[in-house]
T-cell receptor, first 116, second 111 residues
Framework: DAKTTQPPSMDCAEGRAANLPCNHS???????VYWYRQIHSQGPQYIIH???NNETNEMASLIITEDRKSSTLILPHATLRDTAVYYC?????????????????FGKGTLLTVNP | KAGVTQTPRYLIKTRGQQVTLSCSPI?????VSWYQQTPGQGLQFLFE???????NKGNFPGRFSGRQFSNSRSEMNVSTLELGDSALYLC??????????FGPGTRLLVL
């Protein structure tokens, strides 16, 4: 799986948009970009994933650059409960994994602190 | 749908003992993966099971083992516990090749 680079920490004011960047310059064509977050001592929570196109769900938006070498996770209106470590992960698409559930390789992630 | 459940949530053991942790996947999910999280090493992949077979294994000693039952429930076992095995053990389930959903974890403390 390709490696990712994220800033170690970011701050955001409550109610403002939080934009979390991720660099994955060695991503392959069959690799998805996944985002998870982990609130202290809880299990990681799936947020969103994408391959090429921008994606949006009820939690966040994912913007992937055209060359797929970087992406940005956007939390449109951050709340105090969004304070967490956010992980950007790239992993092989399911159809390429030979029937196996490819492991997730977690980096150190970005600690997002939402301030009141 | 109910999420991934893990039992017990907290556990205290002493060095040399063994421990068994349990994971019940989301209904319909047949793949179960296990991860270890420590402050020093972060989140690391242990192994993955599908249809009662171990499909992938991380770089952990043989003291760490697991199994999966016909109903997709999984257990992991750690024998001869060491202080360094103190960690949050996470289980994740998915349909094959798709998004993994994590449970709340079991926090193990080895004294």
């Amino acid at each position: 799986d390709a490696k990712t680079t994220q800033p170690p920490s970011m701050d955001c004011a409550e109610g403002r948009a939080a934009n979390l960047p991720c660099n994955h310059s060695t991503i392959s064509g069959n690799e998805y970009v996944y985002w998870y977050r982990q609130i202290h001592s809880q299990g990681p929570q799936y947020i969103i994933h994408g391959l090429k196109n921008n994606e949006t769900n009820e939690m966040a938006s994912l913007i992937i650059t055209e060359d797929r070498k970087s992406s940005t996770l956007i939390l449109p209106h951050a709340t105090l409960r969004d304070t967490a470590v956010y992980y950007c992960i790239v992993r092989v698409a399911g159809w390429e994994s030979g029937g196996s559930n490819y492991k997730l390789t977690f980096g150190k992630g970005t600690l997002l602190t939402v301030n009141p | 749908k109910a999420g991934v459940t893990q039992t017990p949530r907290y556990l205290i053991k002493t060095r040399g003992q063994q421990v068994t942790l349990s994971c019940s996947p989301i209904s319909g999910h047949r793949s179960v993966s296990w991860y270890q999280q420590t402050p020093g090493q972060g989140l690391q992949f242990l192994f993955e099971y599908f249809s009662e077979t171990q499909r992938n294994k991380g770089n952990f000693p043989g003291r760490f083992s697991g199994r999966q039952f016909s109903n997709s429930r999984s257990e992991m076992n750690v024998s001869t516990l060491e202080l360094g095995d103190s960690a949050l053990y996470l289980c994740a389930s998915s349909t094959v090749g798709e998004t993994q959903y994590f449970g709340p974890g079991t926090r193990l403390l080895v004294l």
